[in-house]
């Protein structure tokens, strides 16, 4: 069955930085793409990045453009983030999640069908 | 950037039926996706591009999509829905865009 299990988060300084990690089994990993999404305590999903099956692309939020950098290893089947320059307002649950549809004359219909259980980053002094 | 409006708070009776609205600009020309939260569980989709289900979701599941509303339907609501609900699109200005979330109170 398809699983994504992320690891790497904790608690951190602001201006600090941190590395997240999901690793994935049962699909064909470098066939997706793979994002990040996370939740802040209490508030709703905000999407932070993604990276194309082949990790050509990577697209990011405002939020997090020029700070996080989002990358992909396919022979290990593992995902990363890296976060630069981390501030109170990237505290949040962090998930990494498979994406499933497709891209087609400039639209896009794609959904996240699998989720990992998520990682908390605490940015605190 | 796109916005997606959804209402704080949806309650319903046990057996009866809950309707989660999500608008949006032109929603209706746009694939929308939807997701249960339980509380401290990650999200799973429940309904993916406007009226789908993924295998596993029951058909007490469904969605629509017209002009600029979207609806997430539940029929012969159970204890068990209880939970966050977030709609979910791709704007080609704002990338993935979810909506703030409801909260299902089965009364």
């Known amino acids: 069955q398809v699983q994504l299990v992320e690891s790497g988060g904790g608690v951190v300084q602001p201006g600090r930085s941190l590395r997240l990690s999901c690793a994935a089994s049962?699909?064909?990993?470098?066939?997706?793409?793979i994002h990040w999404v996370r939740q802040a305590p209490g508030k709703g999903l905000e999407w932070v990045a993604v990276?194309?099956?082949?990790?050509?692309?990577?697209y990011y939020a405002d939020s997090v453009k020029g700070r996080f950098s989002i990358s992909r290893d396919n022979s290990k089947k593992t995902l990363s983030l890296k976060m630069n320059s981390l501030r109170a307002e990237d505290t949040a649950v962090y998930y990494c999640?498979?994406?499933?549809?497709?891209?087609?004359?400039?639209?896009?219909?794609?959904?996240?069908?699998?989720w990992g259980q998520g990682t908390l980053v605490t940015v605190s002094p | 950037s796109y916005v997606l409006t959804q209402p704080p708070s949806v309650s319903v009776a046990p057996g009866q039926t809950a309707r989660i609205t999500c608008g949006g600009n032109?929603?209706?020309?746009?694939?929308v996706h939807w997701y249960q939260q339980r509380p401290g569980q990650a999200p799973v989709l429940v309904v993916y591009?406007?009226?789908d289900r993924p295998s596993g979701i029951p058909e007490r599941f469904s969605g629509s999509n017209s002009v600029n509303t979207a609806t997430l339907t539940i029929t012969r609501v159970e204890a068990g829905d209880e939970a966050d609900y977030y709609c979910?699109?791709?704007?080609?200005?704002?990338?993935?865009?979810f909506g703030g979330g409801t909260k299902l109170t089965v009364l």
């Open positions: 999640a498979k994406e499933v549809g497709y891209c087609s004359g400039g639209s896009c219909r794609l959904a996240f069908d699998y």
């Open positions: 049962g699909f064909t990993f470098g066939s997706y793409g």
């Open positions: 990276i194309s099956n082949d990790g050509v692309n990577q």
């Open positions: 032109n929603i209706g020309t746009k694939s």
């Open positions: 591009d406007d009226t």
């Open positions: 979910q699109v791709w704007d080609k200005s704002s990338d993935h865009v």
